[in-house]
């Protein structure tokens, strides 16, 4: 049965391209991007916190784009480019914006972090020498009870320097 035709209860073929991968998976019309991802096509770096859009957990990249995956039903990321946590570097290796978090500690228990790095990602592709304050901006839409920030700030403000300058 195609997305189109879905109707409550069935459940419909779903396919995308997850972190430069074709995947397909089954869904119902109601199911939440975030659960796909997690349950049906196992990227468990996908993190659901609020399921309201406030918290910023479920953060991945749809078509480039920083989007909240609760907020967002299954079927339509049908046909799809979806990139979460994974697949922001290649397998066993970090880009600019992951060595810097490790450098400066901008995680403590991790769970904000993956679609705090999406969002960051997303951000610095539009704003690529971004103002510490365009910074916290962005960071407003995340909620991390664990680093108070700085940390975050600091690692995406010197992610920025280093991928202006190529390194």
Known sequence: ?????????QKATIELTLNGQRR???AEPRLL???????????????????HGICGACTVLVDGRAVRSCTQYAVQADG?????????????TMNALQRAFAKHHALQCGYCTPGILCSATHFLRE???PTEREVRD?????ICRCTGYASIVAAILEAA???SRGA
């Open 1 to 9: 049965m195609s997305v189109q035709t879905c109707l409550a209860g």
């Open 24 to 26: 397909s998976g089954k």
């Open 161 to 163: 320097d280093a991928v």
């Open 80 to 92: 799809r480019d979806i990139v979460t946590v994974e697949g922001l570097a290649e397998a066993g």
């Open 127 to 129: 704003t690529p020498a």
């Open 138 to 142: 962005m960071l407003s839409g995340h």
């Open 33 to 51: 991007l975030c659960d796909f991802l997690r349950h049906e096509l196992q990227a468990f770096g996908v993190h659901v916190g609020c399921e």
